[in-house]
């Protein structure tokens, strides 16, 4: 079994669940035909309908760049009206150039965002079976500084590990995190308090991202306050940010500084939700020990969580809605801490406590 069959067979079976009769959307993009070829025939094996969408970035680009309020809700109709006939979704977004966006105005993204994928995949896509990857092209693996063949083997190496033992592994952590109130998260740049007091935790083992590797609730909307620097650079409508430092009071953020300030104040201003948070989770994934540019990648990233700005998701819900759900990242492995009602749970990326050791590298990784 090749590697592109070994990952059709994760994502038709663990992510997506396929069953017989069942319809799946592909939606792909800057990957080969043979992948998605793996992939349709993982589907026919289970008696699974296939609805293809390939989608050119460049073509994308120009439409994000020049189109009006018009062509996005023209389009978003048709697309909704597609996504709402299907059981399960699975994107694979590759790119040939990650800064292919950098040039596009963000008044253009915003209409894309609220007029797009605000109905397409907030309100319709995110009610399905969904699982979301990347592809590892050239530019991929150039944005992360490897090799092609390299980070090839590293991207399947990631993406491919046992989630049914990971699911297990984050039980106690799970149980922990709906048994918490407060959380203060501590480090350089960062000291930051909020509750979590009657929000689910879910855990993320395959389902939704590819590679996954994260357990996630949210904070009560208006209960942030203090400062928190998010200290792994992202990925965001074409550009890059780097040192993210966000002031928080009564949940919302009240100053912002990075390298791409106007840029971040306009995202910030998106709507009434962007500026309140709507997701907080941990980052569990033994094998991702670096950053790559990729959220998908870096918000599993061993030792880390992370925070995302906007909408949150109807499993974890604190209520706040938004057309951007952000997601920005701090790596505490090289210092910082986390308390659960006052007490020290993890320290320098590692768990402290007894039940939550199984977590820790050194005992995942065989």
């Known amino acids: 079994m090749n590697n592109w069959e070994k990952l059709a067979r994760t994502l038709i079976h663990n992510s997506c669940d396929l069953q017989k009769g069942e319809k799946l959307l592909i939606e792909y993009s800057c990957c080969p035909q043979e992948f998605v070829l793996a992939i349709v025939k993982e589907a026919e094996k289970v008696g699974g309908l296939v609805y293809l969408w390939h989608i050119e970035d460049k073509i994308r680009h120009e439409l994000v760049a020049n189109g009006c309020i018009q062509q996005w809700s023209w389009q978003a109709h048709i697309d909704q009206n597609i996504m709402q006939q299907v059981d399960a979704v699975i994107m694979i977004r590759g790119e040939n150039n990650s800064f292919l966006n950098a040039d596009v105005d963000a008044k253009k993204q915003e209409i894309f965002a609220k007029q797009y994928s605000e109905p397409v995949h907030t309100k319709t896509r995110l009610q399905k079976k969904w699982v979301l990857l990347r592809y590892p092209t050239d530019s991929f693996a150039q944005s992360s500084k490897m090799n092609t063949q390299v980070f090839e083997e590293y991207f399947y190496h990631v993406c491919c590990l046992d989630y049914r033992d990971l699911c297990n592994r984050m039980e106690p952590l799970k149980t922990l ?19 979590i ?13 590819i590679p996954d590797g994260e357990i996630y609730t949210a904070p009560i909307k208006d209960s942030i306050e203090g400062t928190i620097t998010f200290n792994v ?3 965001y409508q074409g550009k890059e940010f780097d040192q993210i430092k966000l002031q928080f009071h009564q949940g919302k953020v009240v100053h912002e500084s990075c390298n791409q300030q106007q840029e971040l104040t306009n995202i910030l201003n998106t709507d009434a939700g962007s500026r309140y948070v709507g997701e907080f989770a941990f980052g569990v994934n033994p094998y991702v020990t670096f950053a790559v540019r ?13 925070m995302a700005l906007g909408n949150s998701y109807s499993d974890a819900d604190n209520g706040n809605r938004s057309a951007i759900h952000w ?26 406590l007894p039940e939550l050791v199984v977590l820790n590298r050194e005992n995942m990784i065989q």
Do not use: W
């Open 294 to 306: 990729d959220i998908l990648f870096d918000e599993k990233m061993y030792g880390s969580i992370h």
């Open 233 to 235: 650079p992202v990925m």
């Open 327 to 352: 997601d920005l990242i701090l790596n505490q492995v090289e210092g910082g801490e986390i308390y659960f009602d006052d007490v020290l749970i993890r320290k320098n990326g590692e768990f402290i």
């Open 177 to 195: 995190m709906e048994k918490t109130n407060t959380v203060r998260i501590v480090g350089k740049g960062t000291d930051l308090t909020f509750s």
């Open 197 to 209: 007091q009657g929000i689910p935790a879910v855990k993320c083992c395959g389902e939704r991202n």
